[in-house]
């Protein structure tokens, strides 16, 4: 059956969906010899479609894969990185960094640490980061200072960013520190680009240490599990899979992969 090109390399675990369209975009994509247009399609058992010169067999599909990492300070959520920086695929075993189209889904900043999921199931990461989806994330975030009653309503009700307010988020103040700062759990059901920093920034108190423990209910320490240390990762179990699966409706599968142990 014919599939647009794009969704095709995001089911074989080449690339996420948005990351097989930049592909496309850059001219990398070919089918049956010719260059692949945007919305193009193929047919996987008919045609030959090859990425950088090299041909992607579907009875080669890998199965699907779904981790989560606990992203420690200073890695970046990408799979490359220009700068020579290291990326959340380095923290995995070297014969899952490359050939799954493991990815990360979303972004922590490279100065944030906490939950970040991992798949090559490309329909999964394109539904999961459409805007329409909002997901609670649920953040713990140490502030500068002591904010005010009226500063934390604020943030509850919504601040506007680049022309566009906020979605209402649930903003509760967990500890007072007596070094003049602050730790608050930050609900949000939205992702905009350093949208914790930018709104506390914009409140005056400053982001200290950002931290995310939960993607809706898969808990980075869940109390019937270890914990999880920095920079290891874990297998999502059977009941978070089928979550991530209700959101787009897609079959709940899952493949073993093993938990890197802390060293």
């Given at each position: 059956?014919?599939?647009?090109?794009q969704?095709?390399?995001?089911?074989?675990?080449?690339?996420?969906?948005?990351?097989?369209?930049?592909l496309?975009?850059?001219?990398?994509?070919?089918?049956?010899?010719?260059?692949?247009?945007?919305?193009?399609?193929a047919?996987?058992?008919?045609?030959?479609?090859?990425?950088?010169?090299?041909?992607?067999q579907?009875?080669?599909?890998?199965?699907p894969?779904?981790?989560?990492?606990?992203?420690?300070v200073?890695?970046?959520?990408?799979?490359?990185d220009?700068?020579?920086?290291?990326?959340?695929?380095?923290?995995?075993?070297?014969?899952?960094?490359e050939?799954?189209?493991?990815?990360?889904?979303?972004?922590?900043?490279?100065?944030?640490?906490?939950?970040l999921?991992?798949?090559?199931?490309?329909d999964?990461?394109?539904?999961?980061?459409?805007?329409?989806?909002?997901?609670?994330?649920?953040?713990?975030?140490?502030?500068?200072?002591?904010?005010?009653?009226?500063?934390?309503?604020?943030?509850?009700?919504?601040?506007?960013?680049?022309?566009?307010?906020?979605?209402p988020?649930?903003?509760?103040?967990?500890e007072?520190?007596?070094?003049?700062?602050?730790?608050?759990?930050?609900?949000?059901?939205?992702?905009?680009?350093?949208?914790?920093?930018?709104?506390?920034?914009?409140?005056?108190h400053?982001?200290?240490?950002?931290?995310?423990?939960?993607?809706?209910?898969?808990?980075?320490?869940?109390?019937?599990?270890?914990?999880?240390?920095?920079?290891?990762?874990?297998?999502?179990?059977?009941?978070?899979?089928?979550?991530?699966?209700?959101?787009?409706?897609?079959?709940?599968?899952?493949?073993?992969?093993?938990?890197?142990?802390?060293?």
């Amino acid at each position: 059956m014919a599939e647009r090109v794009q969704k095709i390399l995001s089911q074989w675990g080449v690339a996420s969906r948005r990351q097989a369209e930049q592909l496309i975009l850059e001219g990398r994509v070919r089918l049956n010899g010719a260059t692949v247009h945007l919305g193009q399609k193929a047919d996987p058992d008919r045609d030959q479609i090859q990425v950088d010169g090299v041909a992607i067999q579907s009875g080669k599909r890998p199965q699907p894969i779904y981790l989560l990492l606990n992203k420690p300070v200073g890695v970046v959520s990408t799979c490359t990185d220009p700068w020579g920086r290291k990326t959340v695929l380095e923290l995995l075993p070297p014969d899952q960094q490359e050939g799954l189209g493991i990815h990360p889904v979303g972004r922590l900043d490279a100065d944030s640490t906490g939950a970040l999921l991992l798949t090559n199931d490309g329909d999964l990461t394109f539904y999961l980061t459409h805007p329409r989806h909002h997901i609670p994330k649920t953040y713990q975030v140490w502030v500068k200072g002591y904010p005010s009653d009226s500063i934390l309503q604020q943030w509850r009700q919504g601040v506007m960013l680049a022309h566009d307010k906020t979605l209402p988020a649930q903003v509760d103040v967990l500890e007072r520190d007596p070094e003049y700062k602050t730790l608050l759990r930050i609900i949000l059901t939205e992702g905009r680009n350093r949208q914790i920093r930018r709104v506390a920034e914009q409140l005056g108190h400053p982001v200290i240490h950002l931290h995310r423990i939960a993607i809706g209910p898969i808990q980075l320490n869940p109390p019937e599990m270890p914990a999880l240390p920095l920079g290891c990762y874990r297998p999502l179990k059977d009941t978070e899979i089928g979550f991530l699966k209700t959101q787009i409706d897609l079959p709940s599968v899952r493949m073993p992969v093993r938990r890197k142990t802390a060293k």
